[in-house]
């Protein structure tokens, strides 16, 4: 990767969560970085194990949601990966994050958020047959979510 000259790579610090879906829609992975822009290029370029045998297939859609304004610390970031992995039950995904001195006031306060987060996705690329299309704005939708009694 090219070197941080003059700060370039500091505008894409911050909170994030993402997700890895196919092109039915399907989440099939969900991650959390403080520089989106470095974790989703080692993605797409087959660098993390766990989904390097998906995006190997080339027909995948990765989109990231900018979560700074309402996650503190990096803990409350791991709290959100861990509700949405949960809610979404991803295939690709092991376990879950443990999460140290939890603020449960907090964190019910963060999933009281995941509402407001719908809409705002990002698609960071889209990859049809190997092709790749970069930067386009797509919404969630249809997600099969687990029902939570």
């Known amino acids: ?3 941080n000259k003059k700060g370039y790579f500091d505008k894409f610090k911050g909170y994030y969560v993402y997700i890895i879906k196919d092109l039915e829609d399907k989440i099939v992975y969900i991650g959390q970085t ?8 080692n993605h ?20 990231y949601l900018d979560v700074t304004k309402d996650i503190k610390t990096e ?11 949960d809610l979404w039950e991803p295939p690709l995904n092991g376990q879950v994050n443990i999460i140290k001195d939890v603020d449960w006031l907090r964190m019910l306060e963060l999933g009281s958020l995941l509402h407001s987060f719908g809409a705002n996705w990002i698609t960071y690329c889209k990859c049809l047959n190997g092709k790749i299309k970069k930067d386009k704005k797509i919404y969630l939708c249809n997600y099969s979510r687990k029902v939570i009694a």
């Open 34 to 41: 403080t520089n989106y822009y470095t974790r989703l290029a």
């Open 1 to 3: 990767m090219a070197t």
């Open 75 to 85: 803990q409350e970031l791991l709290y959100l990966e861990n509700v949405l992995i």
């Open 44 to 63: 797409k370029s087959r660098n993390v194990k766990t989904t390097k045998e998906f995006i190997s297939k080339g027909n995948y859609i990765i989109q």
